[in-house]
């Protein structure tokens, strides 16, 4: 089975597709390819024509004959595209070409042909081969004036940006390496400042190590003049960092997490002679994520100044960096060597850069002869260091190793989330990074760590998808183990490794005594050992055709197929074998052979973007191209493409591209394709990252090869022809993307500073940090179980203050704000309804039964439309373009295709929607263990044919791939709705008490009320929040009277406390609902159930509870909400855990007897003490006068015996004062007389 191998103009018989439309009966449709055959019609469903299609070339051929070629195709409007910048006519010479004049109009050509400018030999007619070849020399020139339409009028401008730490702010000519990870405390001490701000001061409110300095070049200008301009006409540099997601989900939450920035213009610390700003540069924070090592950031501009179009720069953290004594950054893997010797670099063979997709945020790329050099990046590329690994370069333990030889050569390496792998001879070492973010700062290694010893490990194979939030990497052995294994888990830095298989080698499960591992690949859906496909021996006989279905009867080439590696994509299930062959499978069990790659090359290795498109390199370096699920293999390099392509670069004077250059490495980032090349100009290295123009190439090839020459009266005129089915495709109805990309935004603005000019000061700089710092800690604490009134993160923020908004504007008006800034509350907010940009979503999410829905629009070339008569209508309308969905997994999601045919404007509508079929998936918790599968859109007939060109270059059209992720999608979650229970409580339950202390965030309930539970599904993402309307399961998992003394369950605990079935007398709680599990274990509620009646039971742990006070007791119980395997609306395993207080707790029947007794014997007791005391208090108090009548008058009588002695011997002098004497005795007499008499008194009565 196959379809010939066809030049450029031959059509494809058909196209393999899984469609459903609408308007056919059919559930299946086939889609064919629906161009025409020049000088023919065909209908719908009718096989095209085999033969070939030759496009003449032929001198003097006349209009009439060129209108007979394209009969069937119509006059209808073409797509012009001018290949010369000022369209006149042209004459042709030998060794140049000449302008003749100018204002020939040009001839509207059918849309399969490309019209130009008239041309003319000049003399005598030359013959056709030497016109031929004369064209060569113009078509690139041809060919690169037709971008001058679209650049003509954009200056080539580019963003540029570097690290700058806190301290260096307006330093010039610096740039740091991104290695800090911990907030720094440098901004707290001016947020102190804002007294009079909506701001809280009293928060804690700290900042990140780093701004982002961003500036812009244009060509030949100087770049601060340009800075200068674009802030005077009011450019603003957009900034928007987007965190990768974490390896570990069980660590961290899975959430896809951006945040946008506005930057502020600052001035240059440098001395200046102007009266505002020499030079200036714009800033803004650069953020900091817990649980994220990659980010990457895009810049754009606000639409104002000069046009610059967006970018994106890779900022990611460097674990492998420190400082050291002197406060010198180093690397902790080797040393930094300064020179690059074109020795390293020249000549050698370019190597695989392998890592961990989207996850790694250092790259290492070795491959350096007879030396243990590597190169390394946080940038991916962007720049980089050449490091010297502290490797001890030993072989002790692998004498005994198949090897002839040794080298400090690092063959292969392999770069993960935190670890990096190498292979040096037959020794395998890794080295772990320093990411306090990820982990404990111990994680990190201190050297390198050698892995495997006793093994001779001959081959690292990577593995690039994370799953099941691990990494994974595979060594393959040779010697004692040979046919062995040895797999290798990565999490959290500590790397583990296990021989497989467990029992049998891979020889002896396929029955053979040797056998040789080649190459290992990861498939996270299969845990076993498979058996894939038989490989034939030798290369089959191909006989013309582009491709060949492996049935085991076709014909064989004496060329032996040498296979050197196996390569699956997730997304398509795509499996390709390649070697000096490629084999192509979508279902592990058809092959087919591609017969386009030569059997004469050998793959070397291949670079995969995993949406759509590979690129192969062979062992000569050659470039090959193929996109997934198509047969024809493009060469890229060298090429015809190739050499207009760099021809034209020469001419510019690029600094990308040179005479004498190496590639080292090719690479997908972004779904576009890059080279890393050493360049060598006039004795001088240099190594660049630069991008490889697949469709400039592919559009040059095509054009190169395929042209036509036609006599128009006495002028021969240059026309290229179209192969591309239609002129404009374009997306339409594409819904809002964050509900299906799942992308949360954030947005902060820079506050405003009171300047007339406008500048910045490290001040304002600083709480822009903090401002920033503050958003994305209310971020990582919004996850928590109980609702808030507003479902917003930012709400809490700014809740006390929304009333006094005026307020503040009106200081901020008026320039009396505090700290010389004003803080708008409305510049931090999150984003919950960004538009869709015209294109399909880099990756969709669906739950259960999701659907998702978009139109393409195409124009078609001349005449695409037929009439034809069908049952029980008169005449049916037909389109010959065709879109075709194919799906991964067609028996997961299914794809339904309505056409619409928009005769007037020679247009088609296709409705596209794409829908889950619950089948398979069960249920999960958000973003974890997602299903990956993919869709898949092509127009038949446009793969590698049809381009559009924009300001950025050709942009290839007709092939769609989307990444389709089943499951439960991130950043949904239950919550419990506090304020909707409460309020439903209150009215069923007549009142509400809450507890004596009262706690805002958690309320308290009491224990004889009925509880009536509500629950909400939040959308973090679009900020929807309803009630959940679906079933759960609650469970008491723990609890404790106090929250110190908290305490988890026990599986065999959970279920005598929860269980309706328990015979133990231990159930905390019982509800009327009398729908359970399918075992009966536990009640399955929902929003509509009876409420909760608490028993605390004899064997309960809250069952006689002692208080801690005069107060009834208090318990807290842990409650576990879970849907799992009760609710079939969704994909979602929603699982919360929150803490509820309840409180007036009864005592047991003994306790309660016990305390009524001692209460009861301590009140008896007081009475009997207070009447005993009322009776007994008056003998105390008369007793108690007596006695101090006797001790009063003792003393009395003491002292006047004393004086009367004193006085009977005194002189005269001192009469005077026995006489005074006297008298006090006397008057002490009468004193001691009054109480004397009143005590008799009181005794008489």
Not at 1056 to 1067: A, G, I, Q, V
Request: include cysteine; hydrophobic fraction near 35%.
């Amino acid at each position: 089975m196959g379809r010939k191998s066809t030049k450029w103009g031959k059509k494809v018989s058909r196209y393999e597709g899984k469609v459903r439309l609408k308007k056919v009966p059919a559930k299946k449709l086939v889609p064919a390819w629906k161009e025409k055959v020049w000088g023919e019609e065909t209908t719908k469903g009718e096989e095209r024509s085999r033969g070939e299609e030759t496009v003449f070339l032929e001198k003097g051929q006349g209009e009439e004959e060129g209108r007979y070629q394209r009969a069937g195709r119509g006059e209808g409007p073409a797509r012009e595209e001018p290949i010369a910048e000022n369209p006149g006519k042209e004459r042709v010479h030998k060794d140049q070409v000449e302008e003749y004049g100018r204002g020939q109009e040009r001839k509207q050509s059918s849309s399969h042909v490309m019209c130009g400018p008239a041309m003319f030999p000049a003399g005598p007619p030359w013959p056709r081969v030497r016109v031929v070849q004369v064209l060569w020399a113009l078509l690139a020139v041809l060919l690169a004036s037709w971008r001058l339409w679209a650049i003509k009028d954009f200056q080539e401008c580019t963003w540029q940006v570097v690290l700058n730490e806190f301290k260096r702010v307006g330093e010039s000519g610096v740039s740091d390496s991104f290695f800090e990870q911990e907030p720094v405390d440098t901004v707290s001490s001016l947020f102190h400042m804002l007294v009079d701000s909506p701001i809280d001061p009293s928060e804690k409110y700290l900042g990140f190590p780093y701004y982002l300095k961003i500036n812009y070049s244009c060509e030949e200008k100087p770049s601060e003049d340009l800075v200068r301009m674009g802030h005077l006409t009011g450019l603003k540099p957009l900034v928007l960092v987007t965190f990768q997601s974490p390896v570990n989900f069980y660590r961290w939450k899975i959430e896809q997490l951006q945040i946008q920035m506005e930057a502020a213009p600052f001035r240059s610390k440098e001395p200046c002679m102007a009266e505002e700003v020499c030079s200036m540069s714009w800033y803004t924070p650069m953020p900091i994520k817990k649980g994220s090592v990659v980010m990457r950031v895009d810049i754009s501009s606000n639409g104002l100044g000069t046009f610059i179009p967006d970018k994106r720069f890779q900022m990611n953290i460097n674990g492998f960096l420190k400082r050291d004594r002197d406060n010198n950054i180093q690397f902790t893997v080797g040393e930094k060597l300064f020179n690059l010797m074109p020795q390293y670099f020249v000549g050698v063979s370019s190597r695989p850069l392998w890592h961990t997709v989207d996850q790694s945020p250092v790259l290492i790329l070795g491959g350096i002869p007879n030396e243990k050099y590597v190169l390394m990046t946080d940038t991916s590329f962007k720049d980089f260091s050449l490091v010297e690994l502290s490797i001890d370069s030993c072989w002790v333990g692998s004498f005994y190793c198949p090897h002839s030889g040794f080298t400090a050569t690092i063959y292969d390496t392999i770069a993960t989330e935190s670890t990096l792998f190498i292979r040096q001879n037959q020794l395998v070492y890794y080295f772990t990074g320093t990411y306090t973010t990820l982990y404990e700062r111990n994680r990190g290694s201190g050297s390198w760590v050698r892995v495997l010893a006793s093994e001779c490990i001959k081959k690292l194979c990577p593995v690039y998808f994370h799953s099941n939030g691990s990494e994974y990497i595979m060594a393959l052995t040779t010697g004692k183990h040979e046919g062995y294994v040895h797999f290798g888990t990565i999490r959290d830095g500590q790397v583990s490794f296990e021989m497989l298989p467990r029992q049998w080698s891979v020889c002896e499960q396929i029955g053979v005594t040797t056998c040789s591992i080649i190459w290992s690949e990861y498939i996270a859906a299969s845990d076993d050992l498979e058996l894939l496909y038989h490989i034939p021996e030798f290369i089959p006989e191909a006989r013309g055709l582009e491709f060949l279905m492996i049935l085991g009867t076709e014909s064989y080439t004496s060329t032996a197929m040498a296979p050197k590696g196996i390569f699956c994509n997730p997304y398509n299930n795509l499996i390709f074998i390649w070697g000096n062959f490629l084999l192509q499978s979508s279902n592990k069990e058809n092959f087919i052979y591609l017969a386009d790659f030569p059997k004469e090359l050998s793959i070397k290795y291949m670079a995969r973007s995993f949406h759509g498109a590979v690129a192969i390199v062979t062992e000569t370096e050659e470039i090959w191209y193929l996109l997934e699920g198509s047969y024809r293999v493009y060469q890229l390099f060298p090429s015809k493409g190739w050499q207009v392509h760099i021809s034209l670069k020469l001419m510019q004077q690029s600094s990308l591209y040179a005479s004498n250059e190496t590639m080292l490495t090719l690479f997908y980032e972004d779904s576009k394709l890059y080279q890393l090349v050493y360049l060598m100009n006039n004795q001088k290295g240099q190594l660049v990252k630069r991008l490889v123009p697949v469709e400039q190439l592919l559009m040059y090839q095509q054009h190169t090869s395929h042209y036509d020459l036609e006599r128009k009266g006495g002028y021969l005129m240059l026309s290229f022809i179209d192969f591309c089915p239609f002129s404009v495709m374009r997306l339409r109805s594409l819904p809002r993307p964050q509900r299906y990309t799942r992308q949360e935004r954030y947005r902060a603005r820079p506050p405003r500073v009171l300047e007339r000019s406008g500048f910045h000061n490290e001040n304002s700089l600083a709480i822009y940090q903090g401002l920033v710092y503050y958003l994305l800690w209310l971020h990582s604490v919004y996850d928590k179980p109980y609702a808030d009134p507003v479902h917003d993160p930012t709400w809490r923020w700014w809740a006390n203050n929304k009333q006094d908004q005026d307020y503040y504007f009106f200081l901020a008006s008026n320039w009396r704000s505090a700290g010389g800034v004003s803080i708008e509350m409305d510049s931090y907010e999150k984003i919950y309804n960004l538009e869709s940009a015209y294109e399909l979503p880099e990756r969709i999410f669906l739950d259960k039964g999701t659907e998702y829905s978009f139109a393409i629009f195409l124009s078609a070339q001349g005449r695409s439309f037929r009439t034809q008569a069908e049952l029980g209508t008169v005449f049916q309308l037909h389109s010959q373009v065709d879109v075709g969905v194919v799906l991964a997994d067609p028996g997961c999601i299914e794809a339904s295709v309505k056409q619409e045919v928009l005769i007037n404007r020679n247009s088609v509508l296709f409705s596209i929607t794409l829908k889950d079929k619950k089948l398979c998936y069960d249920q999960g918790i958000s973003g974890h263990h997602l299903m990956k599968t993919s869709m898949t859109v092509n127009v038949v007939g446009s793969s590698g044919l049809c381009f559009q060109e924009t300001h950025l270059g050709p942009h290839m059209q007709g092939n769609l791939m989307v990444p389709v992720f089943i499951g439960c999608p991130p950043g949904k979650r239950l919550a419990f709705d506090i304020t909707y229970t409460l309020e439903y409580s209150r009215l069923k339950n007549k009142h509400y008490f809450d507890c004596v202390n009262v706690n805002p965030e958690m309320p308290c309930f009491l224990f004889r009320d009925i509880f009536y539970p509500f629950f909400l599904i939040q959308d973090l993402v679009t900020g929807d929040s309803g009630s959940f309307q679906g079933s759960y399961v609650l469970l008491v998992v723990g609890g404790g009277p106090t929250l110190d003394s908290l305490k988890d369950y026990s599986e065999d605990e959970i279920y005598r406390f929860n269980s309706p079935l328990d015979k133990t007398n231990s159930l905390i709680w019982t509800t009327r609902t009398t729908r359970t599990t399918k075992d009966s274990a536990f009640h399955i509620m929902s929003h509509e159930s009876p409420g909760i009646e608490w028993l605390c039971l004899e064997n309960a742990p809250c069952y006689d509870n002692v208080p801690q006070g005069i107060f009834a007791p208090e318990f807290f119980f842990k409650v576990l909400v879970s849907n799992r395997g009760v609710d079939t609306s969704t994909y979602c395993n929603y699982q919360l855990t929150f803490l509820l207080h309840i409180h007036g707790l009864p005592l047991s029947p003994k306790r309660a007897l016990f305390i009524l007794m001692v209460s009861a014997s301590v009140f008896v007791g007081l009475v009997i003490f207070y009447i005993a005391f009322c009776l007994l208090w008056p003998l105390v108090v008369k007793g108690c006068t007596m006695i101090r009548w006797k001790i009063n008058n003792l003393i009395a009588s003491e002292s006047y015996y004393t004086y009367a002695s004193i006085s009977g011997i005194s002189s005269v002098p001192s009469l005077r004062h026995s006489r005074m004497g006297s008298m006090f005795s006397s008057r002490m007499t009468e004193d001691r007389a009054e109480p004397k008499e009143a005590v008799e008194r009181q005794l008489m009565t």
